[in-house]
């Protein structure tokens, strides 16, 4: 076994596995030895006879490069596996150890497409970080065992699989903190300075690097962010504010960007969120120079950038974020915090329905969009749970103009406009 996999399995039987299946984690752990009867995890219960199993975790020998490959790796799968092997995302963690969770992916096979299976993962174990587990049945259907693929015939390296408590929260919450949601300038600069290499274009983001912002400088007008998933009238309300304000109007991410937004939305999370995370800072030069002259509005900042990544990281229901209070919630103490925030929120059929008459909207979107209720709410609760500037609710379902009137009478009210 290459020598960076060796701490991975060093506690072996105390870490705790988990594949995503409909939509949420199911877990179950390993064990060397079995105490009287136990039932078979739910991710092996619905197996049948003649399937097998796999799972490549990938070592993050280093986090950037590692997350690269674990995010390519699935389409290498999706290509290269036989259809109806159901490659389910998956991990490894030690509970309630921070930095401790390793991602990976599960899927299945049927015995006769073996050959084409063991070609395709001895590939992967020589040229690649990923530690290969197998998973067989025994013979009366009762368990299933876990072995190290290189040491499948190796009796005594056998774990039984057993189901294990699901954790408080979502594994990912594990390694949340400067992995997908950033912190500082720094931390974020420095994962878009390491993957300059396999990226060139992070040197043009990087060039449109702010010079040292004072966050705690107060500014001379009042700065207003409008949040909220898309279609909820963000773009419809920031424009009539900067209209009926004199107020000028900024975004996150910046015009400047926009650029190079398409080419790191196809990254994995750590580079497109440490993207995302670098506009903010930019946002914010902007919003202190033009603040020393007149208001500033502005559409999606730091909110956008916490909220969709924390609740993309998580899966399943809104209790497996974070809980509330907790420190990935923080604003980045570097970062401008605006007076007020603004959250629009739009109930579900009227927000597919404004999504429809913008005219962006395809079948499959639909479908999409009705299949992310969950996602949505996890956003949402996101949203609520951050800590910093004042962020008030406003239900955006009125017409244009009374939203607008609504928002007005709250900044006059919080902001003394
Ligand atoms: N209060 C409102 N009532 C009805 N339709 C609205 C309202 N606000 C916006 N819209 C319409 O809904 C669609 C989405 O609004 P938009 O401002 O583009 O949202 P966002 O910027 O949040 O994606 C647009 O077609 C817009 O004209
Ligand atoms: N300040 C920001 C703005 C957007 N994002 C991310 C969060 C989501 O993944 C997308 C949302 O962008 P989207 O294109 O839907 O935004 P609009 O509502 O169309 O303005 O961008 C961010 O991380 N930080």
């Not at 290509?79 to 509970?95: C, E, I, N, W, Y």
């Not at 107060?218 to 963000?234: M, N, Q, R, S």
């Not at 969950?374 to 017409?399: K, Q």
Request: hydrophobic share 35%.
């Amino acid at each position: 076994m290459a020598r960076h996999l060796k701490p991975l399995v060093q506690r072996w039987s105390s870490r705790v596995f988990s594949v995503e299946l409909d939509g949420a984690p199911v877990y179950f752990g390993i064990r060397e030895k079995l105490r009287g009867a136990t039932v078979l995890p739910a991710v092996f219960s619905r197996l049948q006879k003649e399937d097998r199993c796999y799972s490549l975790l990938v070592c993050n020998w280093d986090r950037i490069r590692g997350d690269r490959f674990h995010w390519e790796l699935r389409d290498k799968l999706l290509k290269d596996l036989p259809p109806g092997s159901d490659v389910a995302t998956m991990s490894s963690f030690l509970p309630d150890e921070k930095g401790s969770l390793v991602k990976g992916y599960f899927f299945k096979s049927r015995a006769e497409n073996s050959p084409l299976i063991e070609g395709i993962l001895s590939d992967l174990e020589h040229t690649d970080p990923v530690l290969v587990c197998s998973y067989s049945q025994s013979e009366d259907g009762q368990q299933w065992t876990q072995s190290l693929w290189s040491h499948a015939e190796k009796k005594q390296m056998k774990f039984y699989v057993v189901p294990s408590e699901a954790p408080e929260h979502h594994p990912s919450a594990l390694n949340m903190i400067n992995s997908d949601v950033f912190y500082s300038l720094d931390e974020a600069c420095d994962v878009l300075k390491k993957c300059g290499d396999i990226i060139p274009e992070t040197q043009s983001v990087l060039r449109m690097l702010p010079s040292r912002v004072d966050a705690r400088r107060k500014p001379d007008f009042p700065v207003i962010v409008i949040e909220g998933l898309d279609a909820t009238g963000k773009t419809t309300l920031t424009e009539s504010l900067r209209d009926t304000l004199g107020a000028t109007l900024l975004r996150s991410p910046p015009q400047c960007l926009s650029t190079w937004r398409a080419r790191f939305d196809r990254e994995p999370p750590i580079i497109r969120r440490a993207f995302y995370a670098v506009g903010n800072y930019i946002t914010a030069e902007q919003i202190c120079q033009e603040s020393a002259k007149s208001p500033v509005i502005v559409d999606r900042f730091w909110h956008s950038t916490a909220a969709y990544a924390i609740a993309t990281a998580v899966t399943g229901p809104v209790s497996n974020l974070p809980h509330d209070g907790s420190e990935v919630y923080c604003w980045p103490s570097d970062l401008l915090q605006p007076s007020l925030v603004v959250l629009l929120t739009l109930d579900p059929e009227e927000r597919t329905r404004r999504l429809r008459n913008r005219g962006l909207m395809k079948t499959d979107e639909e479908q999409e969009l009705d299949h992310n209720k969950l996602f949505r709410d996890r956003v949402e609760e996101a949203y609520r749970r951050i800590i910093g500037p004042l962020c008030i609710t406003v239900d955006a379902s009125p017409s244009a103009d009374l939203v607008l009137q609504q928002v007005l009478l709250l900044i006059r009210a919080k902001c003394h406009l």
